[in-house]
Every structure is written in C-alpha cells, then in structure tokens.
C-alpha cells in the first residue's frame, strides 16, 4: 500500500489511544469524542466515567497537543470512533496477560509504551490502514 497520508502528529494521536485502550481505559477515547465531537463538558464525563474531570480534562489535553491542535484532534477522535480496530486489554488484575508482570496502576501505560511497544505499533498501524481503507472508499464512491 502506498505510504500513509496521515501525519505523525496523528499517529502519535492514535498511539496515545491504543496505549489507554490496551491499559482497559476505555473510558480516555470515550471521553475525548463526548468532548472534542458532541460538546459534553469535562464535569459530565467525569461523572458518567467516575474519574476525575482533571483527569478527563488532561486526556483531552494531551489528545489534542499530540494531534496537532483541536482542529485535528476532532478530525483523528472521529475517524478513531468509526475505524478502531478491535483492541483488548492486556492488564487484568494488576497483571499483564502477556509478560506475566505486576503492574503498579501508575505505570500501566509506561509499560505498555516500552515492554509492549511492537503490540502498540502494530495496533497502530492496523488502525492506521482502517483509516486510510475507509478513507478511499468513501472517495472512490463520490
């Protein structure tokens, strides 16, 4: 397939997404679409997720910062929602199913980032290549 049109800001975006899923933070990509594409405020997520809003609203932040600005980062969070591949979470108890180690709830993402980085990177890709399969599709039918 010919080399991708989505910059690197958006797949730092993307990263940053499957790393909160594969921690079984569902609630981070949740939250970022409720905001950045439906307009819900960080006080209602935070409740409807039971979280923090300061914890909602850093999401969203760092969201936005890797995506390269808020205009983008609705772009990305709604190809996110429509194309996400299918992600499972790999820390179940404290304990990651796939090396075995205790996972301290602070560093869940730090290990997933450096002791799984080739399940992130190819999750990312499969996403990646969703979007961009979606992406010709729907300019191939106009």
Known sequence: MEKS???????????????????????????????LVEGEGP????S???????RIRGNIVRFIEKSGGEKRAKAIAKLLAQNLVDVSPIVKDGVCTICGERVNEDNIDRHISTKHK??????????????????????KNK
């Open 48 to 54: 409807e997720h039971n979280v923090t809003k300061h």
């Open 118 to 139: 080739y399940e992130v990177q190819y999750l990312t890709n499969k996403t990646r290549l969703a979007i961009l399969r979606a992406y010709k599709e729907n300019n």
């Open 5 to 35: 049109n989505l910059s690197n800001s958006s797949l730092d975006a993307i990263r940053y997404v499957i790393v909160k899923l594969l921690a079984g933070k569902k609630y981070v990509l949740d939250s970022i679409y409720s905001y």
């Open 43 to 46: 006080s209602k997520l935070a």
